[in-house]
């Protein structure tokens, strides 16, 4: 990899601005490769240098993946001048600057929402080209007909021309207002334009699912975690 300005590696993997990441730099409170350094215009490979600040040791990754379990009334955005957002409610400690929701889940949905700072990763999963499929379980007004489940997994076009690719869909109860679907796509409204289009309304929705990739159900509504390697392999199945 190489060199960067140390304020600007520092900062990327940090909550502070370079401002502040320069000023405790001043104070000596920076070690690389275990010399004390004083001045932010020095270099470094994050990849080959190890870089202690502040007493800990920085663990260097280019990008970042969180898992969030999203709760209502947050929106998916990285900023809003009224409302709270999802990277609100990301932790200190995790939270860098850039993140942002790769997709959005409207207001009132709940469940796996991704944050990243890598915008080609999140441009991948979301193109309905790729096939990721994002799992819902939707709770209904009224009871879902087969003939009515069929018609939307064959794919509709909507009133007003979008058109939505085919979809799958399970019932998951007898009263046949309970379904989990899966979609590759992540129109406006989606599912809740979708089940409208069969005169039926989504009182509740919540991702569980983005790939083979379930939400950890150990996280309680607004919390949120680092993705592994591993796991974000199971979101996406294609090449890097
Ligand atoms: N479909 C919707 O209608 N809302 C969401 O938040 C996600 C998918």
Redesign the pocket.
Known sequence: MKKQRLDKIIASQTSLSRKEVASLIKKGELLVDGVVVLSSDEKADPEKSEIIFCGNKLGYSEFIYIMMNKPKGVVSASSDKRAKTVVDLVPDEIRRDGLFPAG???KD?TGFLLLTDDGEFAHKILSPKNHIFKT?IASLEKPISEEEKTTLEKGITLADGTALKECEIKILDGTKTKIEIK?RE?KF?????MLHFVNNE?LE?E?ICMGNLSIDPSLKPGECRLISEDEKKLISNFDE
């Not at 409204?189 to 334009?193: A, C, G, P, T």
């Open positions: 959005r889940l409207d949905t819902y979609i992540g409204h989606q599912i809740k334009r989504v929705l991702r």
